[in-house]
């Protein structure tokens, strides 16, 4: 279905502002798990490791989950997808406050919420996308600066709760929160075709052959009746056989023999031809889908600059999220005294971050900055940041790098103005999930390797020369990749044949 032309404002705005909503409500208590994590400790008397799987699997379930995610969300639309997954949000926050033990918690809070998660992402960010096109830069950063100001309240939240209600107080309250996100997606207005009329119910029989993903060429209607005849006979064959006792059979075959004996079988069989046959048409038609998505996932990969992306999204996650994670420690390792703490240091990250979500997204919307040189820029300071950590020895100066890195972080919220501008808008959601897998990735893989490195030499020098290398060489891959080609990048591709789509995109409810 064609999309009209984005509005750049109207209903956009009211888009913007629930989608906020939404990553805020979603990604609050993930985001600021810590919280959590020491009541879990204390309650389950796990190991700190086995008990951390529980926010990490939070976190990175719905990144690796993305091409599902956007799967959904390409097949049912925004506003299906938003409102399916504040059930699931909702559910799982209070499933968890009944985990008899951290198995269940993986499960209810870890798969559960976090797949929630990723599918509310998506979602919110396809929506924006589709609503805005000069200004999309700054409405994808608004609504991406939701989950940062969430980490600050869920956090202050979250301990409270507990300290009032308990745990599972606090689980169960956050969860009825969540339910919210019911009420945001239902203002998810799907973007309708221009002045045209919505088509009518497309049935196999009326499908024309230029439309047909699959032409039948096996057995056609009157074969498939003539092939219920024999089953038909035998099962004749039973009821005459055992309806003698049967006085409601037996008055119907003598009232009307005829109809019995011929309109019956005849509509019978027809009936069960025909469903046998709409069933076999449909399962084909989803299969030869499936296999679509799978020919345009290589063709994007053959798109050189959208090859460079994922190697970059893989390399910046696993060098640049480490440092949220690790950074008090690091400033205990550094022999920081607490009285010099005047903020922690994973506030400062996280103030920046909301910052840098918002002014990247403004800067991102001026005709005269290439978005894409604008992100290579961002990987290539945050990779030199990186390295300069282990010369840092106070607090000043770890502050200092903490805000930096903050405010690169918020360029998550040009990355998905990123990935349209190289694969078109038709595409984005394709192309966005399975970015987000490899970004995933890089979440699991970059806190343990940074772990083992530590480990191994005992500081976390080593660890962040590592980690600035791997942003810096995604970086530079990228704009390598970029300089020769960001010119075609920007033409749009050419639409799908009409072959791939038998459904709506969104839904009109």
């Given amino acids: 279905m064609e999309l009209k032309k ?28 810590g919280v959590l994590y020491i009541e879990w400790l204390d309650a389950f008397g796990e190991g700190k490791g086995k008990t951390a799987w529980v926010g990490s699997l939070a976190s990175g379930v719905g990144l690796l989950a993305s091409p599902v995610c956007s799967l959904c969300v390409s097949s049912f639309g925004a506003r299906p997808v938003t409102i399916f997954s504040g059930f699931m949000v909702a559910g799982g926050l209070m499933l968890s406050s009944f985990a008899p033990n951290i198995y269940f918690l993986f499960f209810s809070y870890g798969i559960v919420v976090g797949l929630g998660c990723g599918l509310l992402y998506t979602a919110t960010v396809t929506i924006t996308c589709q609503y805005f096109d000069d200004r999309r830069g700054l409405a994808l950063g608004l609504i991406s600066t939701g989950s940062s100001v969430g980490l600050f309240i869920y956090a202050a939240l979250q301990r409270m709760l507990v300290e009032f209600y308990g745990l599972d107080g606090c689980l169960l ?66 009821r005459i056989t055992l309806a003698n006792g049967d006085w409601k059979q037996d008055s119907l075959l003598h009232k ?21 046959y709409f069933c076999k048409q449909l399962a084909k038609r989803k299969w030869q889908l499936y296999k679509n998505y799978c020919g345009e996932t290589v063709a994007l990969f053959k798109n050189k600059v959208f090859s460079a992306l994922f190697i970059a999204i893989l390399l910046f996650d696993i060098g640049g999220f480490p440092p949220s994670l690790l950074m008090e420690d690091v400033a205990r390792s550094s022999n920081v005294k607490e009285e010099e703490f005047i903020m922690p240091l994973i506030s400062i990250i996280g103030i920046m971050t909301a910052v840098g979500k918002l ?49 690169l972080t918020g360029n998550w919220s040009i990355f998905p103005y990123v990935t349209t501008k190289t694969v078109g808008i038709e595409k984005l959601a394709h192309a966005y999930g ?19 490195f530590y480990d191994w030499t005992q500081t976390y020098d080593i660890a962040f020369y590592f980690s600035g290398f791997c942003v810096l060489l995604g970086g530079f891959i990228l704009l390598l990749a970029a300089l020769p080609s960001w010119d075609t990048c920007n033409k749009q591709l050419p639409k799908p044949a009409p072959t791939t789509f038998l459904y709506k995109v969104a839904s009109n409810v």
């Avoid at 888009?15 to 979603?26: D, G, K, R």
């Avoid at 024309?208 to 056609?220: A, C, L, Q, V």
């Fill in 6 to 33: 984005s509005p750049d404002g109207g209903w956009g705005w009211v888009i913007v502002f629930v989608s906020f909503l939404t990553q805020f409500l979603c990604y609050g208590s993930p985001l600021a798990v």
């Fill in 173 to 238: 309250i956050v969860g009825a929160l969540a339910l919210n996100i019911l009420a945001c997606g239902s203002l998810m207005r799907p973007l309708q075709s221009s002045d045209c009329p919505l088509p009518k119910k497309i049935v196999p029989e009326d499908l024309p052959d230029k439309y047909s993903i699959y032409n039948e060429k096996g057995k056609n209607l009157e074969e498939n009746i003539n092939i219920l005849d024999k089953s038909y006979s035998s099962e004749e064959k039973c």
């Fill in 256 to 276: 009307n023999p005829t109809v019995t004996h011929t309109k019956e079988p005849e509509t019978y069989k027809k009936k069960v031809a025909e469903q046998t």
């Fill in 359 to 407: 002014l990247l997204g403004i800067l991102a919307d001026f005709k005269w900055i290439n978005t894409l040189y604008l992100y290579v820029a961002t990987l290539i300071i945050m990779g030199l940041a990186l390295c300069a950590i282990p010369f840092a020895k106070s607090y000043v100066t770890l502050a200092l790098l903490s805000g930096i890195l903050g405010f």
């Fill in 434 to 452: 399975i970015l987000m897998f490899f970004a995933g990735l890089g979440n699991s893989l970059g806190p343990p390797i940074v772990g083992w």
